[in-house]
């Protein structure tokens, strides 16, 4: 009887606890929509009543999570052990989860700034990241050590509130007979099932109507979508996010499934090699002449939003605009990067693989064999002397090694600069592009060249003195759209954008007087950096320009419509600088040929080149590009893991 009236008395305070925390993750939801409510235009109050509605549902599976392991630590035992520090136990842990959850959310407020997200996987590739260039950008963008100070002072009130409400009464059960202990108990079975499953799945009795992180995105407003994640659902979409791709990278792939993806993907299913199962051939030669030097130029961060009609006006692009409607140059009209961080950009290139989520650039078989498809082995293939060069360091993610296990000659990195604009993560690209210019300078006549940059000043911390360089912040506030938020540090990420594309269109200028045959290629790693609007269209936050500029190209060749991701560019390029009957290798086709393309996707997104929007495998509407999608990622997975050959089982 004395072990009933323990748990019972356990139970109420683990009630408490689970009320308690249930109401902080529902006022902090409620602060992070008033802090973020300038991305509220259009949004009815129904719409946000719905997500507060959501939030509460899920973050009931938050509450009780933390609930239950403080449950399991001091309830559980205390049943059978009088003396069990219950009380002490119970406080210890939920003083550790306010804690932890206090800094999440003062973590979480800079984090959408810069990610439009909360947690997700860039946390994971964060791991793989120069730790003290990380650092040094949050102590120069993000005041940690105020923020710190706030949520200590935060969980600081926390803590004895919760202390307090725990010094309460419970309420006593009067059990004068065995069969009242015995109805009590009974009447406890029949209650916490139940609850635990209401808990368990966000407010519903089954698994067909609850709610997680995959089905919480109901809504039109993208930052009410992420509102309605509290800070421990965001970080599980994390975990699971991972697992999921790591529990498809590492399945048992056969040989009939890798054959039935090639299929799938318009390739030869009978192929003995994943790369002659996507060998392609030139016919005839698009440019007059095959040129001398080829710069590819892989903008950090340059979206396609600044070359956008209704953002023309700020001049944050003149010249890549300049370069897109010049009479020798073709544009694609929306263009997926291979990811959403730098890294996945210069993965899918170097390799000319599709996303599959996992790091190509750590791979063991990334060091012992060449990937034909990537753009480097196919440009040295073709003859050109191949130069990477990037305006951070060699070791971040593991670029320098990777560089040249991939078909790059030389590479050059910060390490070999002295830039005094430069900061920790590298130089600023005017001084990177003067360096390129001058070894394209040196190069001897007739060396074919193929230039491959990779630039850095519009990655955070954006230290450059954009105002001293030109840009006149005065005027752009004065032609800011009622969307874009008028303050110091939104001008000053509008500063680097203006400041990456006046160097690059300085930098073409140049090299195409001193080398008037350059081919140049232009486009962006990743969008999704800048919380640049109170709406964001996901053309402005995903999308990518990709420029081809130089002597002989015709705009023609690339009609208006025209879209495609990252892995269309080296057949693109193939197509332009190749003789006829060479070949080369190639999961998608060129964007030149017959018939375009209708749709494009990269891991997590596809257009048709009117919408962007996430892969869908169960809308019916998008069930066949997620099922290319899925047979890129399968074909990637075997080459990395599995090697070149398919073999002959079928």
Known sequence: MRGFGR?????????????????????ARMVFIVLFRHQLNGVSPGEIALCLGYGLRISLKTA??????????STVPHIVFPRWPAARLRLFWQAVVLVFFTLCFFIRIPYYQTFDSAFDMMLINGLYDDAGAIWDTIVEDYQPFWRLS?????????VPGLRGLLHTRTFTPILRSRRALVASMLATVLVFPPLFIFVRFGGALSFQYSINWESAARLKSHMLNEAILDDGQALYRVYDTYRKQRRFAERNIDAREIRAAIALLGGQPDAATIEDAFARKMSSPQLPSRPENVVFILGENYALFPLLPEYQALGLADQGLRLQRSSQAMSVRLMLPSGSTTISAVNGLLSGLHNAGFFTNYEPRSFKSRYAMGIGNQMKKSGYRT??????FENWQNIKRFALAQGFDEFYGASGFNDPDGNSWGVSDKYLLQKVEERLRASGKGEKIFTFILTTSNHTPLTIDVVKEGFDMEDVRAKLPPDIPDNAKTLRKLGHIWYADREIGRFVGRVEQMRPDTLFILTGDHAQRFEFARTVENQSLYAVPCIFFGRGVNPRWMPENTIGSHLHILPTLASLVGEPGESYSSLF???LAEGGQTTAFNDTLWTNGNVIAPLNAHDPDTAAIAR???????????????????GADR
Not at 7 to 27: M, N, P
Not at 64 to 73: D, E
């Open 7 to 27: 748990f019972f008395h356990d139970a109420q305070q683990d009630g408490k606890v689970f009320l308690y925390l249930l109401l902080l993750f529902c006022l």
């Open 150 to 158: 706030a949520a200590a002072m935060t969980a600081g009130g926390l």
């Open 589 to 591: 086709p060129s964007l």
């Open 387 to 392: 130069v990477f060069w990037y305006g951070g």
């Open 628 to 646: 290319s999608a899925q047979a890129a990622r399968t074909v990637t997975i075997w080459r990395i893991k599995k090697g070149n050959q398919i």
């Open 64 to 73: 009780g999570m933390m609930t239950a392991i403080g449950l399991l630590l």
